[in-house]
Every structure is written in structure tokens, then in C-alpha cells.
């Protein structure tokens, strides 16, 4: 069988994001990927990694190339209309996440792409986070028995805001570690837990009350699991981190600590190719605890396989961004379901409203069952 054509594309932005990941992880991909364009309105930073990158200085001269695949990776603010032009022009889509500022906003992209029979798809990365699926294998196996609470942390210590008035930092619409942070952890716990019924937040601003919220405590309620919580917290005063993860069953909990390694592997120039990519540290590998007297810790009627040491420990999965990509060729050359679907990537942006009007108003806000 011919090998297939790669598909051409071209970023939408270069920036910490493009650079870190979206541009080593395409051009890493280079049986399935051929990166000809990136738009840079003032600098030319992108062709000093990758020569042959032809400059574009606006999306409309992008358009108008023969790439099929566009990446936006720009401010928030900005995904929406980039995103909805590029669908417009025929061209397949990766939007960086927050997918868009408002659900509505969200659900007219997903209505244009299916309109113009174009992929589209959000780089909700950290689902192939190694402490993620480390996490998803452990509530899969069910060792834990029933789930009673459920609790996440994505905790920075960033005392003072960045020099240069970043956009992120911000106090406008897009901007704030709700949307930054917050959009992967909700997007995991959708994952791991389906929709909740109910919102309850609390979002503060702790280093300048000028600049944009910077600590978050979003509560997820399932009305058909009333025992049940999930919490999901950030902040960028905390100086020293607790766990990253803990979930309490009847049957035990498991406490993860550390973070995955794959973007600090990018940022030095690693890639999926490489000895020892998405391996977390032994010391950061997550803990079981559960009576050892259970025999559900080596073997469960689920068929989920677990490598758990004498003291509980649980090996972590590797950590796999690639597997993103990945979709995205089958997506477009195959027709298969993208990566991610607008559809959850809209749903996480309708929690972020729910959890900003929570805590405007100071109560429990229901999450709408259709939207």
C-alpha cells in the first residue's frame, strides 16, 4: 500500500504554547504531518527552528495557502473568530484550549465544522498526562470500591504577576487561571466522571485585585451520586504542593503526588522518540491504599491491570502526547472521531460559566441537561 500524502498545515501563532508543544510534536509526527506555515505578525522566530516554515503575517494569507490543517494557538480571546474563519475556508481545525471564551461560542464552531464536514478538535493535552492515566487506569480497576470524593490540584508558586503585562494575567474576557488551568481539570474530570448536575465555586484574585483571577475551588455535584464530591483547586500562592490527585473509595484511597514530564521534556528539545519520554520518576508514582489482604489489589473482575508494589505503590502509565496527533491524522485521512470532540471541549467552557455565576451569586448553580 502507497504511503499516504502528509497533511500540510500551519500554526496559527508562535508562542510558549506553539513552541513547546504543537510545533516539536507535529514535526515529530512527520510521516503523518508537514508543518509549511506559521503566522507570526512581527517576528520571524518560528524559521529559526524550522528553516523551511514559510512566514505568514495574518491568518487571511494562511488561508489562502493549500494547507488543510490549521492550529490556532493565539490568546483566548481570539479563538473563536480564528477558529470559525478557518472552518469557513475549508480547512480542518486544532484549537488550542479554553476552546472559546463562551459555550455559545463553542457550540457555533461545532455547528459550522459539522456544516462543512471539516474536523475539528481542542488540545486538551493533559488527558494523556502519565499521572492521568496512571489516575483513570486506578477508578477503572475498581479497587477503590464505590467513590466517595474525588479531589485535584493544579497548585503553582508564582507569589508576584509576570513582568510585561501578560495576556493571560490579565483581567479580560479568556484570561485567568480558570480558563488556563481550569479548562484541563475540568475536561479530566468530565472524563473520568460525565456531566455533573450542579456548580458551586469559589474564584478569587490573591495577588492584585487589578489583574485576573488566580486561585479557583470548583465543586462538581452528581445528583445521582449524592455522596459524592469532586473538588478541583488552583492556586499561584502555594508554596509548598500537596498532593496532585487523591480519591477515596469504601474500599481505600489513591494519593499521587509530582506532575507529568512531558512538557518539561519539550521544552528541552525531547521527543516521543526519545529514551524514557512521558516516564515519570519513581518518586513520583501514586499510592494505594487498601487493605493488603484484598485480593481485588492484584486481580479485579474489571480486567484492568494494575502494577502495584508491596507498599501500594502504582506504576505510572507513561505519558503519551503524541497519541493527540495521532487521532488528528485518522481524523482527517480517515474520517475516525477526532482526539477530543467540540462537543466535550463545549462542555467544559458551559462548567466555566456555571462556575463564574456560582460564584458571582454564592450559590449552587444546576448544569443545564440540554444545552
Not at 500540510?8 to 514535526?27: D, K, Q, T
Not at 479563538?79 to 459555550?103: I, M, Q, S, W, Y
Not at 488551568?181 to 450542579?198: K, N, T, V, Y
Request: charged fraction near 25%; aromatic fraction near 8%.
Amino acid at each position: 500500500m502507497a504511503a499516504r500524502e502528509p497533511i500540510r498545515c500551519g500554526l496559527v501563532g508562535y508562542g510558549m504554547v506553539s513552541s513547546v508543544f504543537h510545533a516539536p510534536l507535529i514535526s515529530h509526527a512527520r510521516a503523518d504531518f508537514h508543518l509549511t506555515h506559521v503566522v507570526e505578525r512581527s517576528s520571524d522566530n518560528a524559521r529559526q527552528r524550522y528553516p523551511h516554515i514559510l512566514r505568514c503575517t495574518s491568518l487571511e494569507d494562511l488561508l489562502a495557502t493549500d494547507v488543510e490543517l490549521v492550529i490556532i494557538a493565539t490568546p483566548s480571546a481570539s479563538h473563536f473568530d480564528n477558529a470559525r474563519d478557518a472552518l469557513l475556508a475549508g480547512k480542518h481545525v486544532v484549537c488550542e484550549k479554553p476552546f472559546t471564551v463562551t459555550f455559545a461560542e463553542a457550540q457555533e464552531l461545532d455547528t459550522i465544522a459539522c456544516a462543512k464536514k471539516k474536523m475539528l478538535t481542542v488540545f486538551h493535552n493533559r488527558r494523556w498526562d502519565a499521572d492521568f492515566l496512571t489516575l483513570r487506569r486506578v477508578i477503572e480497576a475498581g479497587v477503590l470500591g464505590e467513590l466517595v470524593e474525588f479531589e485535584a490540584h493544579y497548585d503553582r508558586y508564582r507569589p508576584a504577576l509576570k513582568e510585561g503585562n501578560v495576556w493571560r494575567e490579565r483581567d479580560e474576557p479568556g484570561s485567568g487561571i480558570l480558563y488556563d488551568l481550569g479548562s484541563h481539570m475540568i475536561d479530566q474530570a468530565l472524563q473520568l466522571f460525565g456531566r455533573p448536575s450542579a456548580v458551586a465555586a469559589d474564584i478569587r484574585k490573591q495577588r492584585s485585585s487589578d489583574a485576573a483571577d488566580d486561585y479557583f475551588d470548583v465543586d462538581l455535584r452528581y445528583a445521582d451520586r449524592p455522596a459524592f464530591k469532586v473538588t478541583l483547586k488552583a492556586g499561584c500562592v502555594v508554596r509548598k504542593l500537596g498532593p496532585r490527585y487523591v480519591v477515596h473509595g469504601v474500599n481505600g484511597s489513591f494519593v499521587k503526588h509530582g506532575i507529568d514530564v512531558q512538557e518539561d521534556q519539550l521544552k528541552t528539545h525531547g521527543n516521543p522518540g526519545m529514551v524514557g519520554w512521558g516516564v515519570e520518576p519513581e518518586a513520583d508514582w501514586g499510592v494505594l491504599h487498601v487493605d493488603a489482604a484484598d485480593e481485588s489489589v492484584t486481580a479485579n473482575a474489571s480486567g484492568v491491570e494494575l502494577v502495584v508494589s508491596e507498599n501500594g505503590t502504582v506504576e505510572s502509565l507513561h505519558g503519551s502526547y503524541q497519541a493527540f496527533y495521532a487521532g488528528v491524522a485518522s481524523a482527517v485521512r480517515d474520517g475516525t472521531m477526532p482526539p477530543v470532540l467540540a462537543a466535550d471541549a463545549a462542555l467544559v467552557i458551559m462548567i466555566i460559566e456555571l462556575a463564574k455565576e456560582s460564584a458571582r451569586t454564592g450559590v449552587v448553580v444546576p448544569v443545564p441537561v440540554v444545552a
